[in-house]
């Protein structure tokens, strides 16, 4: 369909696709495969000069480094954003930049420079009512930012963060991964918390989402052994 595409003279749309694919590829733990279609994406948009879509391949580009572990990689190619971003007449495509700084900071435990990061990045974030296109990227937003908070020991910020995806509508449509797996976060901090009634709630609508998804993955296997141990505590309490 990528040859239909480019016959019908669709260009938009197939740079949308390969930006899309590309994500999904990055979601499901496939971040070899992600890093070589935002390459191709990039090399696109260059070819048409669709400047946003350079920005989002690179922006792309530097989380599929940062989950291969190749951290000097990522840092140079938030530069290279950095200096696309800073050289547009769309600022409020900052926003790419601090994220992905972000989210480098977030993968070497620098959690402080992590929320700060990510915080940068709200202020610029598109309005969900935007069209798709340019917007739906909230849950992109949210996610690494509800982490950082969890893992920066503000649980009060990550419940409402991560709070923030279960309300989305278009912003989430993309990202169905980071959307399913808000609830098991929500499920762990109301199990911290001590709040069994919604840690069980939030643990059943993961899986509930999930049941039909890799069940290899480790929050399906952790979820499931907490929830049946919620559950049995809960009914000796009773």
Request: glycine share 6%.
């Amino acid at each position: 369909w990528w040859e239909k595409l480019n016959k019908l003279g669709q260009q938009a749309w197939l740079l949308s696709a390969r930006y899309f694919t590309a994500h999904y590829d990055l979601q499901t733990g496939d971040p070899e495969t992600a890093l070589k279609k935002f390459q191709e994406l990039f090399d696109q948009a260059s070819e048409q000069e669709a400047v946003d879509y350079q920005r989002y391949a690179l922006h792309g580009k530097g989380l599929a480094y940062i989950a291969m572990n190749h951290s000097a990689e990522a840092l140079r190619t938030a530069v290279e954003l950095q200096k696309a971003t800073e050289g547009s007449l769309n600022k409020k495509a900052i926003w790419l930049y601090f994220n992905l700084m972000g989210s480098i900071e977030l993968k070497q435990k620098n959690f402080k420079l992590a929320v700060e990061n990510l915080e940068k990045a709200l202020p610029f974030m598109p309005f969900e009512n935007d069209p798709w296109w340019s917007a739906g990227r909230q849950a992109l937003v949210f996610g690494p930012l509800a982490q950082a908070y969890l893992e920066a020991g503000q649980q009060e910020k990550a419940l409402e963060t991560y709070g923030k995806i279960t309300q989305l509508t278009s912003g989430r449509l993309a990202w169905g991964i980071i959307y399913a797996k808000c609830f098991y976060q929500l499920g762990k901090i109301h199990a911290m918390r001590g709040d069994r009634a919604e840690a069980i709630d939030n643990y059943r609508k993961f899986l509930d989402l999930w049941k039909n998804a890799d069940p290899g993955i480790p929050e399906a296997a952790d979820a499931k052994k907490k929830l049946a141990r919620m559950i049995v505590a809960a009914f000796y309490d009773d």
